[in-house]
């Protein structure tokens, strides 16, 4: 998640596999949307039902065509980095989710043809800063869509409250908030959701 | 069109595809989301909106409140409206997009953030509205401005004739169908063709509002005299056009010609699951619902309730009626509507989102099956994992409630919207 963005451009790890046109619904299903995360947790992704139970921290999303299409809820994101998804390899993205993600500092990487070149199980190393992905079984190396300035920046400063933090910080927004005036942002595990 | 809101809301003389901007909203549209924005505020240290004269606020996802915990929430909400001074509180006068939209508050070429995706439904009026999240509405409430990479235009010409038994609905998830639900994905849909120009706003509203499930960011409609009209009637006199400058580029453009189109349903669990009604004509159904803000306007009511007078219901079916608005109902009632749905045996409910994200006011079992005149079929989207929903227009929902299952309504109503 976010911590691998600032401390390395590498990001490694063992490759769920997902279909095309996964809903924003089945991330984060309204039913239990205003729970706190460990009671929403079992819910996510059920189309796998295993996934939500196994899934270990620093693993990798890798999914087809429209990932995250449907609703702006940011729980959709949100959950995965929570349940500790290193990032996401798409196709490409539904684009309320895409920069839901961006602004949680959560990093997806649109990559035409990873979902053919990879597998379940696969190990697979992304460069961010490039969108190079490498697949460690196969050696495949497939380059995808690298953010732009202007997205790895608000990704790099860890989210776009952080941005505005900052902001605040500086006296930026005239608002008559003093400087220095907010706390910094919790790290994603701290985060809970009120809905 | 999107390039001329983006270039005019970013101070720029032009923008083309591709470039990136910080671009002024013109009206922000906040539901229950604001609660979390509030809290977002709170942390980061805010206390003054850049521009509380253009935040909307509308309670419309759990309205009437099912859960003490929702009560809550609205508590919380009003207290934000007061304590940040948002000039904009609309209450629970129904589902947002059909509030801003009726009370004339979005205007050609305005750029409208709401925290809902379906704000693409501004489209209908030739505003470039677009969905966002929490944290993106956090930071827009409290600078007034957001990033956009302006998107590249998909155009869409609408063509031929409005045959019978066809409304908006119909259109829009057989683009879906055809070209598939990312067709404009990061893009730019506008709507074009004497069918668009035909259309009523309620009908331009349904497909601007399905814009989010073709992937678009903005999903627009010129702004003509249709428009101009529907605006002066409410207290928004000399409307200008709007339109695409002469020249535009279009990244592609699709054509959907309406003269032989049967009416369109989308199977479980995708939008873009589409078939001719006649291929899945004989399914079972034990709800019907027709509410939401895709479908559930007057111009929708009028066309259930020509379909269900002198009808009954069948028993096996529950038939949920939802009006978009607290303005819809009342209109509704005074047209005749309500008297001839509630004598078919349908209930009508209190306006606002109600079952169709599966918050309340009508959720599915396992084992049931839903036709639904929303916008969104995913799986468990109205209640268990189990159920199914189909997507198909007010005409499919009315005959199918008489029905007892899908039928084709053309059987029972021989009108057409388009």
Redesign the interface.
């Known amino acids: 998640m976010a911590a691998a963005v600032g401390s390395g451009p590498v990001v490694r790890g063992r490759v769920w596999k997902f279909g095309h046109d996964v809903d924003t619904d089945v991330m984060a299903p309204w039913g239990v949307i205003a729970r706190p995360f460990e009671e929403r947790r079992a819910h996510v992704l059920r189309i796998r039902p295993e996934f939500a139970a196994e899934v270990a921290p620093g693993d990798l999303i890798v999914a087809g065509r429209n990932w995250g299409c449907g609703s702006s809820r940011e729980q959709a994101p949100e959950n995965l980095a929570l349940l500790g998804v290193a990032a996401v390899v798409a196709e490409s993205f539904g684009r309320i989710y895409f920069r839901n993600a961006i602004a949680q500092a959560f990093p997806n990487v649109a990559c035409p043809g990873i979902w053919e070149a990879t597998d379940d199980g696969d190990e697979v190393e992304l460069h961010l800063a490039t969108a190079t992905v490498r697949n460690l079984r196969t050696g495949a190396e497939l380059s995808g869509r690298p953010y732009t300035a202007e997205m790895l920046a608000i990704v790099e400063a860890g989210g776009l409250l952080e941005v505005l933090r900052r902001k605040v910080a500086a006296g930026e927004l005239g608002d008559g908030s003093p400087p220095g005036a907010g706390t910094p942002v919790p790290p994603p595990d701290a985060r809970r959701s009120t809905r | 069109m999107a390039e001329q809101v983006l270039a005019r809301t970013s101070g720029r003389a032009a923008v083309v595809a591709g470039e990136?901007v910080t671009a002024a909203a013109d009206v922000l549209m906040c539901h229950?989301?604001l609660?979390?924005c509030g809290?977002?505020l709170r942390?980061?240290?805010?206390?003054?909106l850049?521009h509380p004269e253009r935040v909307h606020v509308v309670l419309d996802h759990f309205f009437p409140a099912p859960t003490a915990?929702n009560a809550k929430?609205h508590t919380r909400a009003r207290a934000l409206v007061e304590q940040y001074g948002i000039e904009h509180f609309h209450g629970h006068a129904g589902i947002c997009h059909q509030v801003l939209t009726e009370r004339g508050v979005v205007r050609p070429g305005q750029l409208v953030l709401g925290?809902?995706?379906h704000s693409t439904t501004y489209g209908a009026l030739g505003a470039a509205g677009a969905?966002?999240?929490?944290?993106?509405m956090?930071?827009v409430l409290?600078?007034g401005e957001l990033?956009f990479?302006v998107p590249p235009t998909v155009r869409v010409e609408l063509t031929g004739t409005g045959g019978p038994g066809l409304m908006a609905k119909d259109l829009v998830l057989a683009i879906g169908g055809r070209h598939g639900?990312?067709v404009a994905?990061?893009a730019a849909i506008e709507y074009h063709g004497p069918r668009a120009a035909a259309m009523s706003i309620a009908g331009r509203m349904t497909m601007a509002n399905m814009g989010a499930e073709l992937?678009a960011?903005f999903a627009l409609f010129p702004a003509d005299d249709v428009t101009a009209a529907y605006l002066a009637g409410r207290g928004v006199p000399d409307v200008a056009p709007f339109g695409p400058q002469p020249g535009a580029v279009y990244d592609r453009t699709i054509t959907l010609d309406t003269t032989d189109l049967e009416p369109q349903v989308a199977r479980p669990h995708?939008p873009?699951n589409v078939a001719a009604i006649s291929a899945v004509a004989g399914t079972a159904v034990h709800q019907a619902f027709l509410g939401s803000c895709t479908n559930a306007r007057l111009e929708d009511l009028a066309v259930a309730a020509e379909i269900l007078r002198g009808r009954r219901v069948h028993p096996r079916v529950r038939l949920l009626v939802t009006p978009a608005s607290q303005q819809v109902f009342l209109d509704a009632v005074q047209a005749g509507h309500v008297a001839a749905l509630a004598e078919a045996g349908a209930h009508i409910t209190a306006s606002g989102c109600g079952a169709c994200?599966?918050?309340h006011q009508g959720l599915l079992g396992p084992g049931e099956r839903c036709i639904s005149s929303t916008n969104?079929n995913?799986?468990?989207?109205m209640?268990s994992?189990e159920a199914e929903v189909y997507l198909g227009s007010p005409a499919v929902v009315a005959a199918a409630a008489v029905a007892g299952e899908l039928i084709d309504p053309r059987e029972l109503w021989t009108g057409s919207t388009l």
Request: charged share 20%.
């Open positions: 990136f229950e989301a609660t979390m809290s977002q942390r980061v240290g805010i206390s003054r850049a915990a929430d925290t809902d995706s969905g966002i999240g929490v944290t993106e956090t930071y409290a600078t990033w990479q639900t990312d994905q990061y992937g960011k995708n873009g994200p599966g918050g969104r995913f799986l468990g989207r209640g994992q």
